[in-house]
């Protein structure tokens, strides 16, 4: 049995204010590592405010009640500097590890910053800027930008089609009035997971929790949101979606992505695991059915992978590429045919080089205090099992080929995917034609 599997389970509780807390030990760590995590990412956005969400994360490190923004930058360098929230689609996540004797001191930086921003105007001008200078950062990298491209594709006008930034003129737009209205009504006790991992005791953990979050209370206004309508998987879009452009003239590659819909949360945690599984199996570098078609069997890509997203209804796939613009036609065609080839299902020996590598990746990842921390966090948030490392590749080890290749077949359809591509027009074209 191996050294994870004899770990403590984490342990999961409510706090009296609604604020769900989960604490592992991790006793082999000289780490504290924290994750918190709200329902609060771009589709709970306004209409009228896109980027809201994206734009509320980058001003919570600013000042607070309790700590100018000079203190608060000196308080988060004692710590380490580890920080780092960020926005997804669904959830605003703030992370960070720091050592275990400072554990105290960043759960009372990270109780001020979630409870007591302080939204100064100066630094609510300040930080638009960062943002907007972010947006055109994204604008400019087609690595970025065809993911925005892919979800426009995917999701059409639902609220999983936004760029989680927004875009420049939304952003200008947004008050702080807004800030403050979107803060008051997720960011609360009822809508959020403190997740932590460290040497200490769970009930050590668990005390420092309540001794820091305990007193969290929500306002009048807050609310737990509910999940947006699920927006239209693939089969039944419309054909106009199932293909989206954009010339860019100073590029020399065509940046591509072919994405179909997958499993997620709902179908239970087997179907997740196995997505994943043939994620890794598709796109996760050498052995990989796109690695070895593309890069090393015909030498068409540098950049060429496969990525997986698992949202509240539903989740997504992504095969992506740069290639030449030359050679645009080729490599979509070919990866087309590599996709939709895993219809036929994986051989035995694919099988099991999957399998070990996706074991071999997890017992990595699972020796991360903050992967830990981070894990449990998502898992509690959308209402999952809390699933340990040695429980997934015990599940893991029980899979076999013959029903993994019923999986593929019946849930992850590459027949009517998405293609996406960034790139001059003539390639642009060439991938019409």
Known sequence: MSRRSKQPAPTSHRLRNGLRVVATRTPQSGATSIALALRAGSVYDPPNAQGLAHFLEHLIFKATLDYSRQELAAALQRCGNRFDPATSKELISIMGSVPAAKADEALDLLSS?????????????????????????????????????????????????????????????????????????????????????????????????????????????????????????????????????????????????????????????????????????????????????????????????????FYSNVGVMSAMAAVGRGRAKLAVREMRRLLEETQHGFSADEFERGREAYSAQTHLISEWNAETARRYAELALFDQPLVTPAQELQRLSKLRAAEFNEFVKANIRWDSGTLCAIGTAPALEALRA
Request: net charge positive; charged share 25%; proline share 6%.
């Open 113 to 309: 910053v979630v409870r007591r921003p302080l939204f100064a105007a100066k630094d609510i001008e300040t930080e638009r800027k960062v943002v907007l200078e972010e947006l055109r950062d994204w604008e400019d990298d087609p690595s970025k930008r065809i993911e925005v491209l892919t979800d426009e594709a995917l999701w059409g006008s639902h609220p999983l089609g936004r760029d989680v930034g927004g875009t420049l003129a939304t952003v200008r737009g947004i008050s702080a009035a807004q800030v403050r209205r979107f803060h008051r009504r997720l960011f609360n006790p009822r809508n959020a997971v403190l997740s932590l991992a460290g040497p200490q005791s769970t009930r050590e953990l668990a005390a420092s929790a309540e001794r820091f979050f305990g007193t969290w209370r929500a306002a009048p206004d807050a609310v737990v949101p509910p999940t947006p309508a699920d927006a239209l998987v693939q089969p039944a879009m419309h054909r106009a979606r199932r293909a989206k452009t954009l010339r860019r003239s100073n590029t020399q590659q065509v940046w591509f992505s072919i994405s179909t819909t997958t499993p997620s949360y709902p179908h239970g945690f087997d179907a997740v695991l196995q997505t994943q599984l043939a994620q890794t199996m598709i796109g996760e570098g050498d052995g990989s059915r796109l690695w070895d078609g593309l890069r090393e069997g015909l030498g068409l890509a540098y950049e060429v992978y496969a990525t997986q997203d």
